[in-house]
């Protein structure tokens, strides 16, 4: 049976939430193991998480997704007998590509104090094989480029090198729900992927102006999915014209037009709160990002949000868009997102660049008919 | 007279945006020159921004810290002579510190279409010359390790080969601005930062608990001046217990105390939209994270924002912990924010985890007597 080492980390994460974050990472590793139809056990000794499984390299790719892993490292278990375990270093270290340009070091721990060989002698032996083995050099502290770890159980000796990254965060799930914005482009799915992976289970929706770009989001949402395992997207697609066409006619009829981008914007976000209460969330998701087109200016973004009843989550407010294209690039939504499509339907020839609270009310008095138009 | 040229770049910024980018970065860039007591004028030719100075060395430290610029590279300007171009090229060749284990490329435009080489030529004698003086390898695509870049002026022509990156991000100030909270600790820093490289100009509020807490968020605001050239902080401070202190009083009277983080929070966010309509800011910027601590719920920060009128930019929801302590070391606040200093003195025992909108006003009802505590 093979063994992977799964590390969690989330510096500074306190008290009684620990104890749910471990709980809820199980959770969704098993949760990544069943969709990808992989054979395995998930259990944690001591303050570790591992992952007995048949399947090892399989099982490698869809863990390196899991949100709350920080890495993992595939473990070798040999006898509890001082030559295999030292012989076994060698293997690893070797594994991990070490060379006489890198530098190690072997960190042995004892579950076992039975086991004949305390820990510096472990570390020492196994440590002079590698360097007899591969040339390259100790270094006992933290800047080694190779960690050879050992860990002495009662039937076994762990050893593991090979180091993969993980993406960090916190298990998906672990921080209720979210109700996130999903449109066509590129900004929309990686502020969706940076609230799952800050652990909230997202439930993506939709305003469809097109076939071709509603299939962009669920296609994004598709891959969105590689990273949620433990929580399934129940996507909801709205038309788009049915929430905002009557408001957006009336913009017409009074010659304010430009005020289209807003007006939408609101009645999205005032739509998708619906959906909120209904599914349990206690915020909403945009890609907002600031400056990338005129309309999309402070101002605007002020009289968009106001009288919102949720909080509006914005996590790309403070990245530039090469930023966002390269997480995009990263998770594999850019491909999707780029894909042509036309531009918004209902986007006037002037949208409004700075928007005002009392302009805002004004218009609303208008469309409401209480003052004349 | 020395020159420096300052590259700028925000992928997908359109139309009107793009000149007021330009102008407010060379306002800024200006700024950052006297700031430092450095002689200097701030050139456009054509699409590109120079710096002509006399002190290349000292402004090339502050220049990057520039938001809206992307890399700077110290010019040389040498005569119009394909002898002095050459030589010149291999000269800043060998300071970008190119080797036979680097690739390298030479790009040159002539502005002068009078000078007596084409613009392939002078790429092929100087690529030709850097290759024997250094033995590195031509690479003509995108992914050389270094550019030569080659200008032919009307007076002399520019040479340059050493980048050194900047921040990205927008000119401060050409967003309009934002009221950002600043505690003594890690995260708020980081947040005004980000908003900050987003162009904002930032009205930093502190509310004061104790002179040391008072001190870190003053020179945390210090050490921000250097990335807001251009835009001068006028800090507020305010005394934390005259803002919630009778609120406060009132909660423990009726055996509420758990909620005292809750509405701390709504009423330093309800002082700050004071501040912000004084000063003519479109948003509040907080350094919220998500489940630090078991009272930063998904929940809580519901009934926190739930009516505040301004909305609420948080740059940092979607970041782990980790990302953020790296930006505070990067820019510098990190040694700042982690000097000691005793925890709220608000600080429940046992604070809210996960509070309700239905609760928040129930509490909110006793507090003002219209329920029986």
Known sequence: MGLILLRYGELGLKGGNRKEFVRRLRKNVRACLKAHNLQGVVASIGQRV??????????????SRVFGLVSLSPVA???????????????????????????????????????????PEINRLAGEAIREATGARVDLSDQADVTIGVEVARDAALIYG??????????????????????????????????????????????????????????????????????TFHPRILDQREVVGPTLERLREIG???????????????????IAEEVGAHALVMGDSLGQVASQSLANLEIISYGIPKPILRP????????????????????????????????????????????????????EGRIPG
Chains 1, 2 share one sequence.
Not at 50 to 63: H, K, M
């Open 50 to 63: 591992y992952v007995q499984t048949d399947q090892v390299q399989e099982a490698l790719e869809p863990l």
């Open 77 to 119: 278990q040999v006898a509890r007998d001082i030559e295999a375990v030292v012989a076994e270093c060698v293997h690893q270290a070797r594994e991990a590509g070490i060379g006489p340009e890198t530098s190690y070091r072997v960190r042995a721990r004892r579950a076992d104090k039975t086991f004949p060989f305390t820990s």
């Open 162 to 231: 090979r180091v993969l990254p993980a993406p960090g965060g916190l298990p998906v799930g672990v921080e209720g729900r979210v109700v996130a914005l999903i449109s066509g482009g590129i900004d929309s799915p990686v502020a969706a992927w940076m609230m799952l992976k800050r652990g909230c289970g997202v439930v993506p929706v939709h305003f469809s102006q097109s076939e071709g770009d509603t299939q962009k989001a669920l296609d994004n949402t598709a891959v969105l999915s590689h990273y949620s395992y433990g929580w």
């Open 256 to 274: 304010e037009e430009r005020w289209n981008c807003v007006f939408c914007k609101r009645l999205l976000l005032l739509k998708a709160c619906e």
């Open 316 to 367: 790309l407010i403070g990245l530039d868009k090469a930023e966002i294209v390269a997480i995009a690039r990263r998770i594999g939504t850019f491909d999707i997102s780029t894909r042509s499509e036309g531009s918004c339907i209902f986007l006037p020839a002037h949208p409004l660049t700075r928007g005002s609270l009392e302009a805002l009310r004004g218009v609303i008095g208008r469309l």
